[in-house]
């Protein structure tokens, strides 16, 4: 079984920053790609960004120039680098692993931008 611990949530000012890390463990025997998705209460998740083993990236357009992905395969740790932070990003981030012949999820993180 996998699992995947995130941290890094947190409260902060619209401009601000933070910084979401996700670790996974366990039995993993091939990560095809890690990322991140958001979930706002009463919405759907959604897609933010996700780098896959080659090395690509994508992104929500949302994010686009002020969200950052990247990973350290040694520790199978996926990272966020969240910059320019506004209100509509407040939401649940989850971290996603998506493995050989299953997707894992995290408990989540909050992050709260306030105005």
């Known amino acids: 079984q996998v699992q995947l611990v995130e941290s890094g949530g947190g409260l902060v000012q619209a401009g601000g920053s933070l910084r979401l890390s996700c670790a996974a463990s366990?039995?993993?025997?091939?990560?095809?790609?890690m990322g991140w998705y958001r979930q706002a209460p009463g919405k759907q998740r959604e897609l933010v960004a996700t780098?896959?083993?080659?090395?690509?990236?994508n992104y929500a357009d949302s994010v686009k120039g002020r969200f950052t992905i990247s990973r350290d395969s040694a520790k199978n740790t996926v990272y966020l680098q969240m910059n320019s932070l506004k209100s509509e990003d407040t939401a649940v981030y989850y971290c996603?692993?998506?493995?050989?012949?299953?997707?894992?999820w995290g408990q989540g993180t909050q992050v709260t931008v306030s105005s």
């Open positions: 366990g039995s993993i025997f091939s990560i095809n790609a």
């Open positions: 780098i896959r083993t080659g090395g690509s990236t």
């Open positions: 996603k692993l998506v493995g050989l012949m299953n997707n894992y």
